[in-house]
């Protein structure tokens, strides 16, 4: 017994060393915040409702910009749309490094566009912003490609002659459909086996990564990963995608017309071909990622924001009214809705904004990281240290709306109903990192909308007072919860 005793102290002693050894070393002048345990960082502030709340609660403790240790590593928050916009607008160049999401970095692994850091990212942004302007983004061209997909999801909307439908894949298919279209220089029909595969494997790894685990997995990466888990799922689903896209591209390179590129991946292999310097950014691991990230964010992003739009449009139909009556002035009930028509129709323009100021797709932000030791608010933020810039906090800014927790167009109607900007209305973010797609959503985004609202009036088989607007998940996404809606033709 004594020895039992003897060794357990023995063993309590050596673990407080440990800790005392292993304490995170004195953080300099990075911002302050809760002091963290070894290994285990902030756990001990951390809500079980998530790292959203978390960091929210903390922000009222320690203001607007503030440390917290995920683990052991060093992150600082800023939130509201001053505080994002003075890092990511005033020092753009500092603040344009990426940082990493735990869950998905095996599979980027610091490649592709939307990952990459440094020289890498610069080059594979210019070659990727020149190229998707050559194939539409930007030019008339985009508009009739999105015109004929409205059309094609009307005809699909008429098959279902009123029945209740789950939207969530329809809308998965027309903005992939777009996307596809510039990358992989064709569209896929609603029923592809094959399509329908990789709409379901990034829907899935969405829902994984923006789960309870997937913000733990941030939390605890080093240490989880060797172990089983959804993290392996989505490692497993990319994987799988990440085969398709590479069939793609071997049949591009097969086919390939150097005086003809076709799409993004002709672009890219041509490109390729007159890069002779073995450093050069523009090689096959590069290609596969970039296209896997612009095939992810064109679909993803764009779609989830029609499927909570839609729920709202159930829940507050005042709004559908007032819609299909500017839509009836402007458009009619025979043309089709054009880009043009936006600047006409600005209580529709307000509702579009106000859904994707209310869906909050991605609350906490991109990761970002500072490219160099950082003065920012009388603090140093050290080179490559991360940073959230938390945008569910410029979204919901009531410095810059009016009851933000309201779903109301009017926050961007001025008094003679004309349409208003909003310098906090961030959904694609600002500064360098900017979402990529940022035209080609806003485009979608107006065209699906009022062309759905042209031909069809809507219901739901639920009571509008009883529809929950609680997300499904929130964590590195906010994905709306399912639900059935009937789309009836007017």
């Known amino acids: 017994m004594e020895f039992s005793v003897l060794l357990f102290f023995a063993l309590l002693t050596g673990f407080l060393l440990l800790l005392v050894r292993c304490r995170p070393k004195d953080p300099g002048c990075l911002p302050p915040g809760p002091r963290p345990l070894p290994f285990l960082g902030n756990i001990l502030q951390m809500d079980r409702r998530g790292l959203l709340k978390s960091f929210l609660q903390l922000r009222e403790k320690y203001g607007d910009v503030f440390t917290v240790y995920l683990g052991r590593r060093p992150v600082v928050m800023l939130f509201g749309t001053d505080t994002i916009r003075e890092a990511l607008v005033d020092q753009a160049e500092a603040f344009s490094g990426r940082g990493t999401i735990a869950t998905i970095e095996p599979v980027f692994q610091g490649y592709g566009v939307v990952f990459a850091n440094g020289e890498r990212w610069k080059a594979l942004r210019r070659f990727s912003l020149a190229t998707m302007r050559d194939f539409g983004m930007g030019k008339r061209s985009v508009e009739e490609r999105i015109q004929k997909e409205a059309q094609c999801l009307v005809e699909e909307l008429r098959k279902s002659k009123g029945a209740p439908l789950d939207p969530t894949f329809l809308f998965q298919c027309i903005t992939s459909n777009i996307i596809c279209s510039i990358v992989f220089g064709e569209r896929f029909d609603y029923k592809d086996r094959q399509f329908l595969r990789l709409l379901d494997l990034f829907y899935q790894s969405f829902v994984l990564a923006s789960s309870f685990y997937g913000q733990m997995f941030e939390l605890f990466s080093d240490f989880l990963k060797y172990f089983p888990g959804p993290h392996r799922q989505i490692y497993k689903n990319f994987q799988e995608i990440n085969t398709f896209i590479g069939h793609s591209v071997e049949k591009h390179r097969a086919t390939l017309d150097p005086s003809s590129p076709r799409d993004f991946i002709d672009s890219y292999l041509l490109h390729m071909e007159k890069k002779f310097n073995a450093h050069t950014e523009f090689h096959h691991q590069n290609l596969i990622i970039t296209l896997l990230s612009l ?12 499927h909570y739009g839609f729920l709202f449009m159930l829940k507050y139909s005042h709004v559908v009214e007032r819609v299909q009556k500017e839509i009836k002035e402007v458009i009619g009930s025979h043309c089709l809705p054009a880009l043009d028509d936006r600047n006409k129709m600005p209580y529709t323009d307000a509702v579009i904004h106000e859904i994707q100021r209310f869906s909050d797709l991605l609350p906490i932000g991109a990761p970002h990281m ?28 009531p410095n810059y709306f009016e009851n933000p927790d309201d779903f109301n167009p009017e926050h961007f109607l001025d008094a003679n109903g004309a349409f208003k900007k909003n310098d906090a209305c961030i959904p694609f973010s600002i500064g360098k990192r900017i979402c990529l797609g940022e035209g080609i959503a806003r485009n979608e985004l107006f065209l699906f909308f009022t062309t759905i609202l042209q031909n069809f009036s809507l219901a739901s088989p639920v009571a509008p007072k009883d529809i929950d607007l609680t997300p499904r998940e929130s964590g590195l996404g906010r994905l709306p919860p399912t639900y059935q809606i009937r789309f009836l033709p007017i």
Request: charged share 20%; proline share 5%.
């Open 295 to 306: 095939f992810f964010a064109g679909t993803e992003t764009t779609s989830t924001t029609l």
């Open 370 to 397: 500072v490219t160099k030791d950082t003065a920012f608010r009388g603090f140093i933020i050290p080179k490559n240290t991360e940073v959230y810039p938390i945008l569910t906090s410029a979204l919901h800014d």
